[in-house]
């Protein structure tokens, strides 16, 4: 027995710090078992390892908080029942705090990949001060005689079994993502459907398989002519299926291109131009109609907060992780603003994992066997920058040597150079300073030739690393014969700049091929010919068309509101043999915010709205855009610019019919991630 009120308060303090690490290790425990048993619920397939030191460090930190909080109580006091009170309160609001506070946040902020914000996290602090007075009230009943061992009792309940109690509950209101398919009316896909387009794999529809790599510029791959062998698993894909030589994105920034990839609208008809609106309603996604085509729906974001759920770009999925190893409780962001989170959970991105991270979650959800068919989205970002490939990837190319703290200097200083310009840019054109439009160009000598060929080198190491992990990935699926039975496309959402056109990286203003051209890789055995190499145009906008047709062949009928502006590139293929593929494939539009471009098979017209910018080449004697013909082909130019014209009456008549995207709140954390990938200054 304790000999006095201090020993008294110790030993209590000391027992409820065991408490707090056995329930921390309960409650982990539960959540791998009820996740595992849940495929929806089962936020990014995180291992036991993973799962349990989420909850230790929080547990850990917070016992030894309620311990010296409990001593420091009952010193101050000098009475053992006020400080066994009092402390049983602190237990009670960490407890909360801790273990209830994943669930507060889920019912608040939406699915489990989605971060609190401040409101959330203010709830949860309140939530969790009130518990720890009642339970101190309570307590202290115990001095007024007898009737306190009631009280006793259910402020022992709400200290350790309360927060049990309230997973349990929460578990039990969390539907499994996946019952729904049991009764959707939209999967009557039996025996009887006809073989259609479905692959080699069986008779129902196939799985479909969208991997984007940001930011990956389609002449820097080896099968598309580039000198170093950046591609080669890449390459051997594009052997076994679809390359597409001449695809196109629709704007050159993520979240416009990645708006039109998941809708099939053009920027300027779905209206998300910048980070910060939300998707209307009757925008369908691709998810969104693939699910009301009886697919399992899932996606794997990589932490880009162009995907933000709240904007609706990855609407409609079952299950969406954007792979990000802080889940935003309280007790894990103190830890990752104290520098201590990567060192218990170690990753080199913490915020935008690499695609080693990002597979190994993506073959998890497959490892809990989904329904079929299904539909699996995967968006890489190793390839944006800043580039600092892993090794061996990092002296692949050049002879720089191992990745330093120098070429993260360089990446941030280069980064930073180039918010100045997109800044600049944007300043000029508010205030009409059009003749100072040259000063934004970047030559060699601004930035230095050795750090031009070392940025390029660490690029292309970025390539290599993520077409390995690719290789790794996919491989798996083949073995497990599933690859065979899924049509796979793989594509980037806009291409980068090495000063081709006098800028760095991407810029939504400058529509020129090195940022406009993308990858487009598409295999499906039985469908698509091996090996055939497609020269016509072709855009990132016909993309859903082509995977919806490919659910369509089996009967799954389309969302009767779906209204797509691009074309199935099934039919392009159908019947073709192995070999180069030459179709008509049709103008190519790009939107900017202040800038716009048709682009012909043989032609480009680049009109920069609001001031006197207009450009003309002809791709095929100048495909590197370097000469401006404007001036000596002005019927060309006119013809063009009637076709461009003519696409922006049709943007007009579609937005008289439709809603606008409204304005979306950014919190501090989501703009400093923009901040940092260069989006916004």
């Known amino acids: 027995m304790p000999r006095n009120s201090d020993d008294a308060a110790r030993s209590g303090g000391f027992a409820a710090f065991l408490a707090w690490i056995v329930g921390g290790t309960a409650v982990g425990l539960a959540e791998v078992h009820v996740v595992g048993s849940r495929p929806a619920m089962n936020f990014s397939g995180y291992s036991l390892l993973s799962v349990m030191v989420y909850y230790w460090v929080p547990s850990i930190v917070g016992g030894l908080l309620v311990w010296a909080g409990l001593s420091a109580a009952s010193r101050f006091t000098g009475r053992t029942i006020r400080g066994l009170a009092w402390g049983s309160g602190l237990l009670a609001a960490g407890v909360t705090l801790a273990y209830a506070g994943y669930w507060v946040n889920y019912s608040i902020s939406g699915p489990p990949h989605a971060r609190p914000g401040i409101a959330a996290n203010v709830l949860l602090v309140v939530v969790a001060v009130l518990v720890g007075v009642l339970v101190g009230k309570l307590m202290s009943a115990i001095e007024r005689g007898p009737a306190g061992r009631g009280y006793r009792a259910i402020a022992l309940f709400l200290v350790f079994a309360a927060p049990f109690a309230y997973m349990a509950w929460s578990w039990g209101n969390i539907d499994g993502g996946f019952d729904r398919k049991a009764t959707a009316d939209a999967t009557d896909v039996g025996e009887e459907s006809s073989p259609g387009r479905g692959g080699s794999g069986g008779s129902g529809p196939p799985n479909i398989v969208l991997i984007t790599m940001d930011a990956l510029r389609a002449d820097h791959l080896t099968f598309n002519g580039y000198e170093r062998n950046t591609s080669p698993y890449l390459e051997s894909l594009a052997s076994e299926g679809a390359n597409f030589g001449r695809a196109f994105s629709q704007a050159t920034i993520t979240v416009r291109s990645m708006a039109s990839l998941f809708t099939s609208?053009?920027?300027?008809?779905?209206g998300l131009m910048d980070a910060g609106l939300k998707l209307p309603e009757t925008a369908t996604t691709l998810p969104e109609a693939l699910g009301r085509m009886g697919y399992t729906t899932a996606g794997f974001g990589a932490g880009n907060p162009s995907l933000l759920q709240t904007g609706g770009i990855i609407r409609g999925y079952d299950y969406f992780d954007d792979c990000r190893l802080i889940r935003g409780l309280l007790p894990q962001f103190i830890l990752a603003r104290l520098g201590i989170l990567s060192k218990v959970m170690p990753d080199r991105h913490l915020t935008c994992p690499r695609a080693e991270t990002v597979f190994e979650k993506a073959g998890a959800w497959l490892r809990l066997?989904?329904?079929?068919?299904?539909?699996?989205?995967?968006?890489?970002m190793d390839v944006h920058a800043p580039y600092l490939p892993p090794e061996p990837f990092d002296t692949k190319f050049g002879s720089g040597g191992a990745v330093t703290d120098e070429d993260a200097r360089l990446n941030r200083r280069l980064l930073n150079l180039a918010l100045r310009?997109?800044?600049?840019?944007?300043e000029l054109v508010e205030t009409g300073q059009f003749?100072?439009?040259?000063?934004?160009?970047?030559?060699?000598?601004?930035?230095?030739?050795?750090?031009?060929?070392?940025?390029?080198?660490?690029?292309?190491?970025?390539?290599a690393y993520a077409d390995s992990q690719l290789e790794l990935f996919l491989e798996g699926l083949k073995d497990a014969g599933v690859l065979d039975k899924t049509l796979l496309v793989i594509t980037a959402d806009h291409g980068e700049g090495f000063l081709d056109h006098g800028r760095l990286f991407h810029s939504g203003d400058l529509l020129y091929d090195e940022l406009m051209r993308v990858p487009l890789l598409m295999r499906l055995p039985g469908v698509i010919p091996p090996g055939t190499c497609v020269d016509a145009q072709v855009s990132l906008i016909d993309v859903m068309p082509t995977a919806v047709e490919a659910a369509e062949s089996f009967g799954?009928?389309?969302p009767p509101e779906l209204e797509?502006?691009?074309?199935s590139l099934l039919d392009l293929l159908a019947g073709e043999e192995p070999g180069r593929t030459q179709r008509e494939g049709g103008e190519v539009y790009c939107e900017g915010a202040l800038v716009s471009c048709v682009r012909t098979e043989k032609w480009k017209y680049i009109d920069s709205q609001g001031h006197d910018t207009i450009e003309l080449y002809d791709l095929e004697a100048d495909p590197r855009e370097n000469v401006n013909l404007i001036r000596e082909m002005p019927e060309k130019a006119l013809e063009l610019s009637a076709l461009l014209a003519g696409h922006f009456e049709r943007v007009r008549l579609y937005?008289?019919?439709?809603?606008?995207?409204?304005?979306?709140?950014?919190?501090?954390?989501?703009?400093?991630?923009?901040?940092?990938?260069?989006?916004?200054?």
């Open 265 to 270: 609208l053009y920027p300027q008809m779905h």
């Open 369 to 380: 066997d989904p329904p079929e068919p299904y539909f699996l989205f995967i968006h890489l």
């Open 421 to 426: 310009e997109s800044a600049l840019f944007f």
């Open 435 to 463: 003749e100072r439009m040259g000063e934004l160009d970047l030559t060699v000598e601004d930035i230095g030739e050795e750090n031009l060929s070392r940025l390029i080198d660490l690029y292309d190491g970025e390539i």
């Open 556 to 558: 799954s009928k389309p």
């Open 564 to 567: 797509l502006k691009g074309r």
């Open 655 to 681: 937005r008289e019919k439709h809603p606008r995207p409204t304005p979306l709140a950014l919190d501090r954390e989501t703009r400093e991630k923009l901040r940092s990938l260069g989006y916004v200054k």
